[in-house]
């Protein structure tokens, strides 16, 4: 794959470009959905404590500008600049500081790194964010989740909705996919489809039958808990959008994920997040066991 194996040396060097040495905070142009997160979750922090934006920045010996691109993740922090400021916005959730710490850190070698320059950048950021999750809960209406696709699913659909890539990029996006599926090993991953996403022919019945077979067999190989929600759901109001809740390492860091036109979008405001949290609870209860849901999914299977 030439043109993902060209990227490598690329990603690295925008890695060093943007890590902090020695305590220096150098500029970043374009930060990634976890470093803004975690600027985002120092400004929750510093905005609790009633600490205003000039303190903050008098306890660093930086400008108040600079503090204001702390917490939009263009500047990044070391370890110790980070706990002091911590302390200095008096958090004692130890286990919190420890996830910032960790989310601070610079990162070499990641997998999603060689594909930077073919992804959208949303997608190597939803990559990240699915290898750092402690589980993941999904719901789709009209698409097979895209960690369960098929390599003939997601080829077909790649050639329907971005017709006109190049045969080389085409497949390295399809690989990404594939890539994505080690998520599924790592931690809990617990995924409610609409009836309407199995009905969907996406490259054919052939194409079809054969993504229907492999959901039937992926809880027997990962940790997967897959569930349907038929046509015939009664209470089910619908949800007219795919999206999946991330738990982070603590709660405070759990994020939603959605699907937009523009791409991936990543949601962490605690009111949203809770609002999410309900109407999964409500999608939950809708779903059919997961027995059920398999003998569903193969009566679909026969109708091909």
């Not at 370890?79 to 420890?98: G, H, I, K, P, V």
């Not at 050639?159 to 080389?168: A, R």
Request: proline residues 5%; glycine residues 6%.
């Amino acid at each position: 794959m030439t043109t993902v194996a060209a990227n490598i040396e690329h990603a690295q060097c925008f890695s060093e470009l943007v890590t902090d040495r020695g305590g220096r905070m150098t500029s970043r142009p374009n930060p990634t959905a976890r470093q803004a997160r975690l600027g985002a979750e120092l400004r929750k922090l510093r905005e609790s404590a009633g600490v205003p934006n000039r303190q903050a920045a008098a306890l660093l010996g930086v400008s108040p500008t600079q503090i204001s691109h702390i917490e939009s993740g263009r500047i990044g922090l070391s370890e110790e600049r980070l706990r002091r400021m911590a302390e200095f916005y008096d958090c004692d959730n130890t286990a919190l500081m420890d996830a910032l710490v960790e989310m601070s850190l610079p990162r070499f070698g990641n997998w999603w790194e060689d594909y930077r320059g073919v992804m959208p950048p949303q997608a190597l950021d939803l990559a990240e964010l699915e290898h750092d999750a402690s589980y993941i809960r999904a719901f789709e209406v009209v698409h097979i989740p895209g960690v369960l696709q098929t390599e003939e699913h997601v080829r077909a659909a790649s050639v329907f909705f971005e017709p006109n890539l190049s045969e080389e990029i085409r497949e390295a996006r399809v690989s990404f996919r594939m890539r994505r599926r080690e998520a599924l090993d790592s931690h809990p991953y617990d995924v409610i489809i609409h009836e309407a996403a199995l009905r969907m022919r996406v490259g054919g019945s052939e194409v079809a039958r054969a993504q229907l077979e492999h959901l039937v067999q992926a809880p027997e190989r990962t940790s997967l808990i897959l569930r349907v929600i038929p046509f015939t759901a009664e209470g089910f109001a619908g949800a007219g959008y795919a999206m999946q809740y991330v738990g982070g390492v603590v709660p405070q860091l759990d994020t939603v994920q959605i699907d937009t036109t523009h791409g991936a979008e990543f949601i962490d405001a605690a009111a949203r997040l809770n609002r999410y949290r309900t109407l999964f609870e409500s999608i939950d209860k809708a779903a059919l066991p997961q027995d059920a849901s398999l003998d569903l999914i193969r009566r679909i299977v026969q109708e091909l």
